[in-house]
């Protein structure tokens, strides 16, 4: 028998490990927060993320879909980061959630159709990040306080949310 809990906002939900001690690239359950789910604070945007947390290798995700995942929180500590293509067969579609990491360099997927909210903002060391064709839309205050050099928008970037490069110098 399974018992069912309600968890209060910041209140974190005990720890399932779904994991071989010896390979830990198979998806995990993350501790669950559930004031984290949509909450920009934490730089976890509104990727639309459905289901459980888990962990494959530095990044937590969610499935949103049968076939498509979105990245909400980076936990390495790499200073250059190359997102998945895709987890355990789900197309990695959106990516959040590296807000205020050390990152300096990341690589972004072709597939990936948003960068959401806040997902770079306060990362004040990246400096270079490649987008690929794949993305529609950047998110509100997506690189916020970034330090690019330059950067370069794919033509198909239909949507840019307000401040997404704010103080970006």
């Known amino acids: 028998n399974k018992e069912k809990k309600t968890l209060n906002v910041g209140e974190k939900a005990e720890v399932v490990s779904l994991v071989d001690e010896e390979d830990n690239e198979k998806p995990t359950e993350s501790s669950a927060n559930s004031s984290s789910v949509g909450n920009n604070s934490s730089g976890g945007g509104n990727a639309g993320s459905i289901g459980q947390a888990m962990i494959f290798g530095d990044f937590e995700y969610r499935a949103r879909n049968q076939s498509e995942i979105a990245i909400t929180k ?19 579609v959106y990516v959040t959630g590296f807000y205020r990491t050390g990152v ?66």
């Open 74 to 92: 980076y936990l390495g500590n790499d200073e250059v980061v190359n997102i998945p293509a895709e987890i355990e067969g789900k197309k990695v």
């Open 104 to 169: 300096t360099s990341v690589t972004i997927p072709d597939g990936v159709k948003k960068i959401d909210d806040n997902a770079f903002a306060w990362c004040d060391k990246l400096t270079s990040i490649e987008i690929p064709d794949s993305v529609t839309e950047i998110g509100q205050r997506a690189f916020e306080r970034c330090k690019f050099t330059s950067i370069n928008i794919p033509d198909g970037v239909t949507t840019i949310g307000d401040n997404a490069f704010y103080y970006c110098y």
